[in-house]
């Protein structure tokens, strides 16, 4: 009857340790996150999502997010503000909104949802 409780004590301790790793890990150190927060379908739960950071010279950045499945597309901004998505198979990318909140751009493709944190796309 003990060794359940031990086996059961000593997963709650693993899981948590893991957790605070993650979160340590949540940034590069210089406050970039690591992923962003994402939902590929509509009413999905947010989860995380790889991404890249393009630049160009006349001040646009394109945000390049990865779903964990493969499917990638592209978000664009300028002067800080979002203008539009890349097209895919799911969607042309012109049905789509936007806001920023507590320095987060909470953006909306077709069905898909993106929090672009906007230190991602400040100027450097």
């Known amino acids: ?3 359940p409780i031990l086996i059961s004590i000593c997963a709650v301790i693993l899981v948590g340790a ?3 790793r993650a979160t340590d ?3 590069d150190g210089n406050g970039t996150p690591k992923t962003i927060a994402c939902a590929q379908e509509r009413g999905e739960a947010l989860g995380q999502c790889t991404y890249s950071i393009k630049r160009d010279k006349n001040g ?3 945000v390049r997010v990865a ?13 800080g503000k979002f203008l539009k998505a ?3 198979m799911s969607g042309v990318g012109t049905n789509a909104d936007w806001s920023l909140k507590d320095g987060t ?4 493709v077709d069905g898909q949802r993106y929090e672009v944190p906007d230190i991602l796309i400040a100027d450097n």
Do not use: P, Q
């Open 1 to 3: 009857m003990k060794t």
């Open 18 to 20: 893991g957790e605070a």
């Open 25 to 27: 890990d949540a940034s």
């Open 60 to 62: 646009k950045v394109t």
């Open 67 to 79: 779903f964990a499945n493969g499917f990638k597309r592209g978000l664009f901004f300028k002067e």
């Open 86 to 88: 890349s097209v895919t």
């Open 105 to 108: 751009h909470m953006i909306r």
